[in-house]
């Protein structure tokens, strides 16, 4: 059976009796893959270079336990700890969105080798920055790298701009 135009003037295609169906006109063809350009992987780079930077300065930011009644006098909210870990996914999260895999890898990789270089090196005293919080430190530089990795696999429907079909059950949502 072989495809053939209508002459001009002429019905197209019928759906067959009895299905109730119409055909529909030709689908849309998606736009082509964008690339991701150089300035995005670049910017994304320094982004994950800024973020990194400001997590490691920032993860050991505690709630003081006096502002909180019901906590112990020894306890304290890791609340830099807490923003910080969210800032990192978002920042990876709006990379992978604004420049594809590309951008997302630059994101990681400035954020990974700021997190390292900042976490082991030695201050004006002789101790290292995230000594003193070495428990919020390994949950900072572990944790942080587990999100950010994880955050390459988040659905690719989210970082999609093409119109999604309707559902043909009819069910909204």
């Given amino acids: 059976m072989s495809a053939t135009v209508p002459p001009d003037g002429e019905p197209g295609p019928m759906p067959p009796a009895g299905t109730g169906g119409t055909v529909d006109g030709p689908r849309p063809t998606p736009a082509p893959a964008v690339r991701t350009s150089w300035l ?81 090196m030695h201050g004006p005293g002789g101790d290292v920055l995230a000594g003193a919080h070495q428990r919020w430190a390994n949950v900072w530089m572990y944790g942080g790298f587990l999100l950010v990795a994880a955050s390459a696999f988040a659905p690719r429907g989210w970082f999609s701009d093409t119109p999604r079909d309707a559902r043909k059950d009819g069910a909204a949502g």
């Fill in 40 to 120: 995005r992987v670049v910017l994304s780079g320094l982004l994950g270079v800024l973020v990194g930077a400001v997590g490691t300065f920032m993860f050991a930011a505690l709630l003081p336990s006096s502002v909180t009644d019901h906590v112990g006098a020894a306890a304290s909210w890791p609340v830099g700890l807490v923003l910080t870990l969210a800032l990192s996914v978002v920042a990876a999260v709006l990379a992978r969105a604004w420049g594809g895999y590309g951008a997302y890898t630059a994101y990681a990789v400035g954020w990974l080798v700021v997190v390292i270089v900042l976490t082991g």
